[in-house]
């Protein structure tokens, strides 16, 4: 039904466009172009009539040449046929293109006519379908008695001939006007735009991407230096063991009994008189109850006074308490007590995770981060880091439907006494079993999802009690179900959750020693909270290799890009690694630090500093150390002579140079930076084949999911082709 969008008073008739009418599908077209070959290719018939006129050919030459002259007039005649037919297509398609109705499902139009060597009949279409004509030749007859000299064009058709008649053809049909009108049908088209590392499209039409860009990304690692909970420092230890953990420390009972603890040392008089907070997770191994306990000690014992201050049990736990203004006797240290069992009776191999666990200034512990010396990092002691798109050597990207459950297809195999296949996205078991089947992993963005399944053949549908899981796992070897959909009954089932991008998923087929009789079973995760019509888990995975890793600061962005057809990588981020063999560090006082030229950088009146990522040092622009505890840093200046320009200054509070590379020998720096002018590398054949694979990926109808699969993920940049059904449907229901 057609409809309309009313805007006062003004309203706007929305008509779809009528199939036959306004537009011609794919099947459509391959009709017409099957009729023009039935005219083209030989009959049974008229090759046997070819075998008798060679016949004849035998008995009178001048009859030969005549049938020869009948075989050339027929090729004129298909020729003309296809003339017809095509400008009956182009005189169509002008039409609707003049009346403005050329809006539908995306069509297809013949690209390049061509003839082979063995007189077959070439035709490429715009979607990549190629068809063949069969030969135009019937079949080779006996060979007959000599005859008169053949005449060229009458008897034969050289090489020259060929090549004449397919450029008669292209001119008479026109192609490139056809390619023209062709292009102007796709400006007619409705397109979207996206950016993201993850892009997820509702309206996307079955089709090629119009554009798609990537660009790299660089990631670091920093601290404000609040954390004062040091993990690695040396403890003191009571019938206790630490383990490091991530973001914190395991304390492990190695003795029986109650009231075990490892004790850290977290600072001295510089804590006097201050409000501080420490806290964290706690998680029991068993029934052993988690403790945090403040007290006030010295180097040789941790528990001379108590602060009187705790945290007791589990989960998310802290406390806040001003510190008192001069020690207590016999104190010079404040010190954090870690129990593995606070009470009760305490079992050796029993233990407590403290993690995300900090000691602050201040009365709020804050999002979590690591012990940095109690400075900002990265800095000397506790470097960070750069990690970038394609450190591991290449860009790796997903373009997905809206099946999120991979279920891809394989023959089938055994399943205990059962067999399992999996046929276009679809689960087929047949059989009894009481094995289950894993499905291989995947990833998915957090948010709300729909998991659904539907289910015939199960024969023990009212008693059995197999089921279909989807699972999630932290490291991809533990698993829990998220999901669990009992098999009973032949319908369909469904169930509502979140997802966490952090964790793992598969969809496992648990068995329970049930009888299946060519069962089928389709699987669907979506996200959302409504279920919809299944589809077959469907993607395309490109990887494109890299020469470089594909930078990035700020604005600027490593990319791909193509010139005059070939593809390069483009390179807007430089690196230089300081390994203490530079020969031009110089020390100067004004800026309290080591100077260093840039030659490549793009420092300039316009950009004067600071387009910088340091591995050791932070990025500041103030001059030298300017006093404790403000940390080492790096950088920029621009002056306005070539002598001054484009210097970087390393401020660590020493003036000593040789010292100074002594220590970057030791402790590499990297510096990535904006260059001054881009630097193009030609791409390899394996770049070049993966980026036109990246040109021609398509988006699924209506939903497409587009992610960068690496661990610092490139940006994209999507042009694609909207579906118009879909954009109709919205617009009814706005």
């Known amino acids: 039904m057609d409809k309309s969008i009313d805007l006062g008073n003004l309203i706007i008739p929305i008509i779809k466009p009528i199939k036959g009418v306004d537009y011609f599908t794919v099947e459509e077209v391959q009709q017409m172009i099957n009729e023009v070959f039935n005219r083209v290719n030989p009959t049974v018939e008229q090759a046997e009539t070819a075998r008798q006129n060679n016949e004849t050919t035998r008995q009178n030459n001048e009859i030969s040449r005549q049938n020869n002259e009948n075989i050339r007039q027929q090729n004129e005649e298909a020729r003309e046929i296809i003339k017809e037919r095509v400008e009956t297509l182009i005189e169509e398609i002008q039409r609707k293109l003049d009346n403005g109705e050329f809006i539908g499902e995306q069509g297809v139009g013949i690209t390049n006519i061509s003839f082979s060597e063995n007189y077959t009949i070439i035709i490429h279409l715009s979607d990549g379908t190629v068809y063949e004509s069969g030969s135009i030749r019937g079949e080779q007859g006996e060979r007959g008695e000599k005859g008169d000299t053949p005449e060229r064009g009458v008897d034969y058709w050289t090489g020259e001939d060929k090549r004449e008649i397919i450029q008669d053809v292209e001119n008479d049909i026109n192609i490139p006007d056809l390619q023209e009108r062709l292009q102007d049908a796709e400006k007619n088209q409705l397109t979207g735009q996206a950016s993201g590392q993850s892009i997820d499209l509702s309206d996307s039409a079955d089709s090629r991407v119009r554009s798609i860009e990537l660009e790299g990304n660089s990631e670091q690692e920093s601290t404000t230096g609040k954390n004062l909970f040091d993990k690695e420092a040396a403890a003191i230890r009571s019938g206790t063991e630490k383990i490091v953990l991530d973001t914190g420390v395991r304390v492990k009972q190695t003795v029986d009994g109650q009231f075990k603890y490892l004790a850290i040392k977290i600072g001295g008089s510089e804590l006097l008189g201050k409000q501080v907070t420490f806290g964290g997770k706690i998680t029991p191994s068993a029934s052993n109850v988690g403790c945090v306990y403040l007290y006030y000690g010295n180097q040789n014992n941790a528990t001379v006074t108590p602060g009187n201050v705790s945290v007791i049990g589990s989960g998310d736990k802290s406390a806040t308490i001003t510190l008192l203004d001069e020690f207590p006797a016999n104190c010079d240290t404040v010190w954090l007590l870690l129990y593995s069992n606070r009470d009760g009776t305490g079992n050796i191999n029993d233990y407590i995770d403290y993690t995300d666990f900090m000691f602050v200034i201040g009365s709020a512990l804050g999002e979590y981060e690591p012990y940095t010396g109690g400075i900002a990092s990265p800095n000397p002691s506790y470097p960070q880091e750069i990690h970038s798109t394609g450190d591991s050597g290449s860009v790796n990207e997903k373009v997905q439907n809206k099946n999120l459950a991979k279920i891809e297809d394989f023959t089938e195999t055994a399943l205990g006494n059962a067999t399992i296949a999996v046929e276009e996205g679809i689960i087929k078991i047949n059989g009894t079993t009481s094995t289950s089947y894993a499905f291989p992993t995947f990833q998915a963005n957090s948010g709300s999802a729909v998991f659904s399944i539907e289910v015939t053949g199960y024969t023990d549908k009212d008693t059995g009690n197999s089921s279909i899981l989807l699972q999630q796992s932290n490291d991809g070897q533990n698993w829990s179900n998220l999901f669990d959909i009992s098999l009973k009954s032949n319908l369909s089932k469904q169930s509502t959750g979140t997802l966490d991008s952090s ?67 483009r390179h807007y981020i430089g690196q230089k690694i300081f390994d203490g063999t530079e020969t031009t560090f110089s020390y100067t006082t004004s800026y309290q630090g080591f100077r260093y030229k840039l030659e490549d950088a793009n420092l300039n009146s316009s950009n004067p500093q600071n387009n910088l990522m340091c591995s050791h040092f932070k990025v500041s622009n103030i001059r030298g150390i300017n006093g404790s505890p403000e940390p080492p840093i790096i950088r920029t200046y621009y002056g306005t002579t070539e002598l001054d320009a484009k210097y970087i200054f390393i401020c660590d509070g020493n003036t000593d140079v040789n010292v100074f590379k002594t220590w970057l020998s030791n402790n590499n720096v990297e510096l990535i930076y904006v260059l001054a002018t881009p630097v193009d590398l030609p791409c390899t054949e394996e770049q070049t084949e993966a980026l036109e694979s990246l040109e021609k990926a398509r988006t699924y109808k209506p939903v497409t999911h587009i992610s960068s699969e690496d661990t610092v993920p490139a940006t994209i940049d999507l042009t694609y082709v909207k579906d118009l059904e879909t954009v109709i449907n919205n617009l009814g229901g706005a």
């Open 503 to 569: 964790k793992y998923y598969r969809v496992r087929l648990y068995n329970s020693n049930n009888t299946f009789s060519n069962a089928t079973i389709k699987v669907q995760l979506e996200y959302g909270t409504v279920k919809t019509n299944f589809v077959a888990y469907e993607e395309q995975n490109i990887t494109i290799p890299c020469q470089q890793p594909m930078r990035a600061i700020g604005e600027y962005k490593d990319t791909f890009v193509k010139v005059d057809g070939n593809w390069y990588e």
